[in-house]
């Protein structure tokens, strides 16, 4: 567990990481594009967001929980994730691709997290798609041979990792505030928003996973163990418990 002042610290860092080498020049096989192109115009969408709304459910829980770092926190995640919407920006101008404004599955997730201001409801959400993210990346680079896009989605998945923890650092302080009945009750209901929203993204992207060499049935299996690892730890109380002591060291 670590302090939102530990995450200030290691966002500005990795901000700075310089891990891409533009110079390559693309190469995208008319094969490789085909399977990718639409999966890639999305999510490439769905990484560009403003995050305003975020920032107001953020800056609410950092006064609640007297975490004043989280805003900040937040902030510099919200940056990550615009860095991996221009990278994928760029790679779809250099190939003469558009970046597409609408998509369903963007706006479908962009009224669902409208509907929701508290911090909760992000937290989950969030995990949930960043839980999608590391195997849909890692599928994007398996199914291409170009070396420049190979670099773009390994500059993701390293940052994707620790976006996780952070995010389940503050789930576990959320959830931590809860009585038995309700710990039981938003327990049943993350279980059912993740594996809902799994199922959303593998309809919506299959191609892609299947070009990457993930079937439904692997795609599943990873999506459940990264749910033991992260969401299901917060039922473990020896886990919980420093959570909230820690954001306001
Ligand atoms: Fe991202
Ligand atoms: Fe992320």
């Known amino acids: 567990m670590h302090n939102s002042k530990y995450w200030v610290n290691y966002f500005s860092l990795n901000l700075k990481q310089k891990r891409i080498n533009w110079e390559i020049k693309p190469e995208l096989n008319p094969t490789e594009r085909k399977s990718i192109l639409r999966s890639l115009q999305a999510w490439q969408l769905g990484e560009t967001s403003e995050g305003s709304n975020l920032i107001k459910a953020a800056t609410k829980f950092s006064k609640k929980l007297h975490d004043e770092h989280y805003v900040e926190a937040i902030k510099l995640f919200i940056k990550e994730e615009q860095k991996h919407g221009n990278n994928l920006g760029n790679y779809l101008d250099l190939i003469g691709e558009e970046r597409i404004k609408k998509n369903w599955g963007d706006s479908l997730f962009r009224k669902f997290r409208g509907l929701y201001t508290d911090m ?130």
């Open 120 to 249: 909760e409801f992000w937290t989950i959400a969030v995990i949930t798609v960043e839980s999608a993210a590391q195997i849909f990346y890692q599928c994007l680079k398996d199914a291409t041979n170009c070396k420049l896009l190979k670099q773009i989605c390994t500059d993701i998945l390293i940052d994707e990792a620790p976006h996780i923890s952070f995010q389940i650092e503050r789930l576990h302080t959320i959830f931590n505030q809860k009585n038995k009945l309700m710990k039981y009750l938003t327990y049943k209901y993350y279980h059912a928003f993740y594996f809902a929203t799994a199922l959303v993204v593998w309809q919506a992207h299959q191609k892609l996973f299947k070009a990457g060499g993930v079937n439904f049935q692997k795609y599943w299996k990873k999506m459940s163990l990264k749910f033991e690892k992260t969401i299901e730890k917060l039922k473990d109380p020896s886990v919980s418990g420093t959570a909230s002591k820690l954001c306001q060291s």
